[in-house]
């Protein structure tokens, strides 16, 4: 190998850094790489102490029900037990009664805005309507008033709707009555007539105990586990990012150094 050689040789090999050329730019440089640290990791605590703790409140309504409607086929087995449909008394929910809760609480705190906002939903295979609010326990107040509020109409409007339907009933069933009370009364062959009557009756006796209001089960209720981000977590996730930091610093520091001494040089 010739002497041109040689020198391109050892100077690639002077330009590969090492694990060791690595580790002592970090013991060099040991002061920065602990300010960079601490200043993240400070960071990180001062997040998790000031960051809110918010708890999840629920409030769960019982629709009302309508448990004795008949099938429309003989292999409907999923008929819907509720007095409604569950999708449209959520929408009423959502786009009415909502709306009006949300400004009769602003108008009485004298608010312009809730620090919070509440969601309205219907689990799977239930005949239930569940509100959600996360925010922190100082703002549990306002949250029950919000979600009272809501379900105090979704009542109303649920009552109305089975105060209806009860007297659909019963008024079928006292014409039906007295249908029976003239066919008994008659001498002609009416036994086929009065066997149905009587099924009939049976069936909206049936109807109507089958009938039930709905009813507020829970209201506003606190969950166990806060549901914002745990401090412990943030304070982990920070303690590693500022040891990543530090080291990025570190490198780029030495980095910019080292090419400050190259231009002075060069030149």
């Given at each position: 190998?010739?002497?041109?050689?040689?020198?391109?040789?050892?100077?690639?090999?002077?330009?590969?850094?090492?694990?060791?050329?690595?580790?002592?730019?970090?013991?060099?440089?040991?002061?920065?790489?602990?300010?960079?640290?601490?200043?993240?990791?400070?960071?990180?605590?001062?997040?998790?102490?000031?960051?809110?703790?918010?708890?999840?409140?629920?409030?769960?309504?019982?629709?009302?029900?309508?448990?004795?409607?008949?099938?429309?086929?003989?292999?409907?087995?999923?008929?819907?037990?509720?007095?409604?449909?569950?999708?449209?008394?959520?929408?009423?929910?959502?786009?009415?009664?909502?709306?009006?809760?949300?400004?009769?609480?602003?108008?009485?705190?004298?608010?312009?805005?809730?620090?919070?906002?509440?969601?309205?939903?219907?689990?799977?295979?239930?005949?239930?309507?569940?509100?959600?609010?996360?925010?922190?326990?100082?703002?549990?107040?306002?949250?029950?008033?919000?979600?009272?509020?809501?379900?105090?109409s979704l009542t109303a409007h649920q009552n109305a709707e089975y105060d209806r339907k009860a007297a659909f009933f019963n008024n079928k069933l006292d014409a039906l009555e007295n249908n029976l009370a003239r066919l008994n009364q008659s001498d002609q062959d009416v036994g086929d007539v009065i066997s149905a009557y009587q099924n009939e009756r049976g069936s909206l006796q049936a109807r109507l105990e089958g009938l039930s209001k709905g009813e507020v089960s829970r209201l506003a209720a606190q969950g166990g586990s806060p549901s914002s981000i745990s401090p412990v977590l943030i304070v982990a996730v920070g303690a590693m990012v500022g040891i990543i930091l530090s080291i990025m610093a570190v490198f780029i520091m030495h980095f910019i150094s080292a090419v400050r001494q190259r231009l002075r040089e060069i030149g």
């Open positions: 190998m010739n002497n041109e050689g040689m020198q391109a040789s050892r100077e690639g090999m002077q330009d590969e850094v090492s694990l060791v050329d690595l580790t002592v730019i970090l013991v060099q440089r040991w002061k920065a790489l602990i300010a960079v640290f601490l200043t993240v990791f400070i960071a990180s605590l001062l997040v998790a102490w000031w960051l809110p703790t918010k708890y999840e409140y629920s409030s769960v309504y019982q629709m009302a029900g309508d448990t004795a409607k008949p099938q429309l086929a003989d292999d409907d087995a999923d008929v819907d037990k509720n007095l409604e449909s569950a999708d449209a008394l959520i929408n009423l929910t959502k786009l009415n009664y909502k709306p009006d809760a949300m400004r009769a609480v602003l108008k009485d705190e004298q608010k312009t805005s809730l620090p919070f906002g509440v969601s309205i939903s219907h689990p799977e295979d239930t005949s239930l309507v569940v509100l959600t609010s996360k925010t922190e326990p100082g703002h549990q107040g306002e949250v029950k008033r919000l979600h009272q509020t809501i379900l105090q």
